[in-house]
């Protein structure tokens, strides 16, 4: 999946987008939101859309260089069109390098102000030679194309709504950008082989900022309504300790999920308070929305010299880190799950588990004292009003195992859900 | 008073609770309360009452061992009639020993599932010999029997309550339990003595966790509306450092309070959060109550080896910690008696200490300058709102200095108390 | 300015303070309020007036000594009128002197028990010989006096307002008292300078304790309604850290906007909570009030052997700490006037701040992107509900920048202020 991604011509519009979500489609149900190019959406409007046919450049020698075809970061992103010759000079007010990172083309784009330009490596540029260099660059703007979004729902028993945003805007880039939709895609299979859900999930592939504001246009109204908590998926494929950025809540449902799947897993891991920039928080967290939505990375990727450049390959990624992303989405997705206030029907003083066969008989010792415990710090704490993230925190006992004796209550029938809707 | 109620054979219900609330009732006026066998108290049933006549065991050479009449631990609380002769390995399945304390008798009891047993000393049972065993457990089961619980009330100004709950269920040991009842009695004591009280103080002698949800079925809805906070007076016998365990509300009057006298005496003690097992502050802060009840013991004792075993006798206690905990307590009970809500009369602007004679003029200059500064704290933050406890921490005063304070402003005529009912 | 003042025999009531006022006058407009005496001002009776004409000793060999014309310390402040011949002895029972601060010439009152007095140094007092001692103190007290208050307003265009208090009842001391007035008419300089305010200053000097609870009974309504935040100014001309002692509110609009500043400031400096001694915010700060006032000092005068003696003098101050002080009272007042809620009014989503010209283009990088994450900051958080102190606490941003992105924005039209009345 990985591999028939990565060579599509990704960018904020345009045929690589669609490519893209054709892709995607084949692993889970994707509808299609195509918003027409010169949309308002909020104080934004949607751009053209972006046509690359060909891109490159002949160079003195006669060789043809910088080809799109051979690596798409070598346009910058929305490059207008152009034809020509041009000295070694003039081309070169074209080009983008990094040199302090001297092996890695960089990754450009200009959105909103018209030009082109070439990426390479600086040692590429070094050794250009003087002479004439004949620049194609056939790309078009298109006013009646449209900016491709998708999206898919898994419905649960309620309304309650749980998102995951992901982006696919990036072209060839590995960590910064297919980790997010490889992370979403399989994080929706997971979630839709369980018997049964609570909660209603929904999965958005965007482009970035315009697009998550496009798509808050449709969808935020329904959000301020519905949604329970929500994570970005981005920059989640390095073997680096999970890095949860706030809601701008800050103590909001997913960031006490968050940060207890997190605790309950033990390893190590950082959790900072929100910050205006980043991904697409910033566009759900923005005042006007101030949604319960979180970022869930791995490491710190923004401060890596790899970051936006071709160094950010798959050789970057580890796709077991991936996995395990995939497991700890998982596992924020069941902390909201079994997020449930719960009320102790036999509420005045301690009932009496022997009566319901919920004292703890068969299994090591320590495990049957594990599940007293949990037994009674549920029943102990579950007055309505608390949510199991809540008797969690203040018991230091799991959400799973607390979960289990909650369950097993409501079997015996001396444990209520508290219906709530958001 | 100790030696009197040690050998009386308490268990849940029965004759020896009764004998020991008669001793108690010499010591302060208690009013009993026989809770009929089989009356539903919320999700429990008060047992049939347990008639203890004799129990032992002959063994192979016709001594008598095991005598319930030597140590009522030797018998299994609540062990069902029993008449026979058993091989040495029969009888081994009725018996309960501690490898790991091998010279303790252990304390068992079986309430809800109709067994007998026999408890003795690791090395007593390896020296068993082979042979046939009569066993004789003379006990019955009476229906029409009561479950025996006690309470004294000492009326105050204001029908505002403490509460000091303790228990009279366990048979003779001296930590856990004798230790509770007797602080209990001579709290009661200490708080009869005073010219004045302006709480109400109620002492319930009960049997653990069933008792006290018989006891919070006839005082719960009273409780609700009257207590102020209490204490589950259980293991103060130990010269160790106060332990704390907080009420389930954790920030009450009964927890500010209680902090705020360890604080005060400076000596080191420790503070936990609830837990839900532990005595019968589990009940109190049951979700169908949640009193202000913490519970006030000296050291961890349930970490001991001593722990619910013959070990817990006369040598393992220390009757001057005994006597200090009496101290300890009516600190919390006086702190809770001063807690006054105050409202400074001469609210806007300093009140002109001179003119009313507050200015402290006689003693050392230390003295003085502490007996101002006193005054100051109590009229600069009296407004109405804050109570003592609230001053107190905010000043780093104690409460007797304050309240001391509190009594010149008050005979002065600048000070007003708020009437509050809980 | 200094040099004029400091000669000025102030009391808490009486000609050296109209004619200090007088100086200030000079120096800011200033409106007289005459408190006649015997004015009943809440807990307090104005006190008559104190007339000083002449007061002196003339020793055993003719010497005038301690001649308040010479240190208007020598006299104790409030003594009354007296004449006649003692010993050595009886005239040592009227002296006060330190000896652990043998060279000082210590400053005491005696406002409410007529008595009189001479202060002098003990190496002085150590030397006096024996013998017969002429003592003059030609003073009055004039009922139908009154205690002198000043205060100016600079209006702003709301009538929300900063106080800024200080006192003008000490005789000859220069860190304790004189350092307040002048940091007070120089900060009313400064802002009075400023082209607009949007909060309307008000500076009051006053008599310690009796003067200013004379003032709050004239201004406390007012202040109830009005009152923002206030600073007493005492004890400001020490090169120490500057020391700010809490409003007892604690965490009023004052305190956040002082601690805000003195962060951002960077230097040494330290806050402690309110304490019911000190100035005249206990005044403010007393129950019938709880006005957000607090006191912002240089170090910890209080505790040095120059306080209240005559060492408190010109020598003992730093006229470039105090110019530094009135820098750092300003920057409070700044903090306050800045201090708005401010709405973002392209909330949905991020604003596409290329389109309103304020991506910052020009500029060193680092200080484009410090612009570019202010503007971020303010419009991410800008929800109508944060105040700039928040948003630049939560930001780590300064008071300054933020408001400078506040502008910007504003003249963008996509940013609004919410408009408050205390």
Chains 1, 2, 3 share one sequence.
């Not at 591999?3 to 519009?13: A, C, E, G, N, Q």
């Not at 027409?36 to 949607?46: E, I, L, M, R």
């Not at 309304?159 to 960590?175: F, G, K």
């Not at 839709?192 to 496009?214: D, I, K, Q, S």
Request: proline share 5%.
């Amino acid at each position: 999946m990985f591999d028939r991604l990565w060579p599509l011509d990704r960018s904020l519009t345009g045929e690589g987008v669609r490519k893209t979500h054709d892709v995607l489609a084949e692993y889970l149900p994707l509808e299609r939101i195509e918003v027409p190019a010169g949309t308002q959406v909020f104080d934004w409007t949607v751009p053209p859309e972006w046509v690359q046919r060909e891109a490159y450049v002949i160079d003195p020698e006669g060789r043809r260089i910088l080809d799109v075809a051979e690596n798409n970061l070598h346009l910058v992103g929305y490059s207008a069109p152009f034809r020509g010759e041009l000295s070694r000079a003039d081309l070169d007010e074209h080009l983008h390098s990094l040199p302090d990172v001297p092996d890695a083309i960089p990754y450009v784009t200009s959105y909103y102000h018209h030009t082109w330009g070439f990426c390479l490596s600086q040692v590429q540029r070094d050794a250009l030679p003087e002479g004439t260099y004949q620049v194609v660059v056939d790309t078009a703007f298109d006013s009646d194309g449209s900016m491709t979004l998708s999206e898919t729902i898994l419905p649960g028993e309620t309304s309650n709504e749980v998102l995951i945003s992901t982006y696919t805007c990036h072209p060839s880039m590995a960590n910064n950008e297919l980790s997010g939709p490889l992370v979403t895609t399989f994080l929706y299979r997971r979630l839709a082989a369980l018997p049964n859900r609570r909660l209603t999930y929904r999965f958005a592939f965007l482009a970035e900022t315009a697009g998550a504001v496009a798509y808050l246009a449709q969808r935020g109204e329904h959000f301020k309504q519905h949604l329970v908590g929500g994570l970005v998926a981005t920059c989640v494929g390095m073997d680096a300790p999970p890095l949860y950025k706030r809601s701008v809540g800050g103590e909001t449902a997913i960031d006490r999920a968050t940060e207890q799947v997190l605790r309950e897993r033990g390893a190590e891991h950082k959790v900072v308070d929100f910050y205006p920039w980043g991904s697409d928080e910033r566009q759900y967290c923005s005042p006007g929305f101030e949604l319960p939505v979180g970022c869930l990375m791995r490491g710190n990727f923004f401060k890596r010299p790899e970051y936006h450049t071709s160094l950010d390959n798959k050789d970057f990624i580890s796709f077991a880190a991936l996995s395990e992303t995939i497991s700890i989405y998982e596992a924020v997705c069941m902390a909201l799950e079994h997020n449930i206030k719960y009320r102790n029907l036999v509420a005045c003083g301690e009932p009496q588990l022997a009566k319901y066969g919920l004292y703890p008989q068969v299994g090591a010792r320590r495990q049957v004292e594990q599940e007293r415990q949990d037994l009674m710090w549920l029943l102990s704490l579950a007055n309505g009003k608390r949510d199991l993230i809540d008797i969690a925190g203040r018991s230091g006992s799991s959400m799973e195992r607390l979960r289990e004796a909650a369950e097993k209550c409501q079997a015996a029938g001396i444990l209520d859900e508290i219906e709530e809707t958001i």
